[in-house]
């Protein structure tokens, strides 16, 4: 005879799942700070029809230096001719930090997080989860949204939402943010997409934007042995994000 597993999972098993993905998420952060990668970012301003008006794009690959610590070197970054809309210094946090979400132990208490059900997303077998924050702080951008966590590795695989926090005035798309298995381990964000009408005090824009995170590449420093111990050298936290 085999067990029955039951249709949805008790509120014990909810506050395990979790604790348990959000305990992935965290390895995921730190191993991520030992990856290279490319990240190519475009924004189009679309009028009515779905034509470009306006083009925004950075091209930047995530590397180490000399001193094997963590940077950004930006490898292309044409003239923008945004006309309608002008990117803030929140857009470009929302691009770092908030539209590659990582939902770590850490930042857990920050987050109401909310069970919603079993869901199938192309072969995967997922629990969803509703995700906001419980308050917003000055100067801090937020996820709110639905994150879908797989149930085989309790690992987040998809988000979809938008970047929250205090920024009066401004408007911030929804975005879908897609991850890709990596190195048979973790899951990384590989495509991110918006397309949404951004509607401010006295007009709307129509815009799309497409973040490609390719080529990661696991960074394998020098070391030396000293005695018995191994000296590995540590990589900086990631740059902050550039001011307008």
Request: aromatic share 10%; charged share 25%; proline share 6%.
């Amino acid at each position: 005879l085999w067990a029955v597993e039951p249709a949805e999972p008790s509120q014990a098993r909810i506050d395990e799942i979790i604790k348990t993905f959000a305990a992935h998420e965290s390895d995921f952060a730190v191993a991520r700070e030992n990856y290279t990668y490319r990240q190519t970012a475009r924004i189009h301003e679309l009028d009515r029809s779905g034509n470009i008006m306006g083009r925004w794009e950075t091209v930047s690959d995530i590397v180490f230096n000399t001193q094997n610590r963590r940077t950004e070197r930006v490898v292309r970054a044409p003239v923008s001719t945004l006309k309608a809309i002008t990117l803030t210094p929140e857009d470009l946090q929302d691009l770092k930090n908030v539209q590659p979400f990582v939902l770590t132990t850490a930042n857990l208490p920050d987050y109401q997080i909310n069970y919603l059900g079993k869901e199938k997303l192309d072969a995967l077998d997922c629990y969803a989860f509703a995700v906001k924050p419980k308050k917003l702080e000055k100067g801090q951008r937020y996820f709110s949204g639905i994150v879908w966590v797989d149930q085989q590795d309790l690992q987040v695989v998809r988000t979809y939402g938008r970047g929250v926090g205090i920024a009066k005035g401004q408007a911030f798309p929804k975005f879908e943010t897609t991850r890709q298995q990596i190195d048979g381990k973790y899951w990384f964000p590989v495509y991110t997409i918006a397309e949404d009408t951004l509607h401010f005090e006295d007009s709307s824009q129509r815009i799309r934007q497409v973040v490609k995170y390719e080529d990661y590449k696991q960074f394998k420093a020098e070391s030396r042995i000293i005695g018995d111990v191994q000296e590995v050298p540590t990589p900086a936290p990631a740059p902050a994000p550039a001011k307008k």
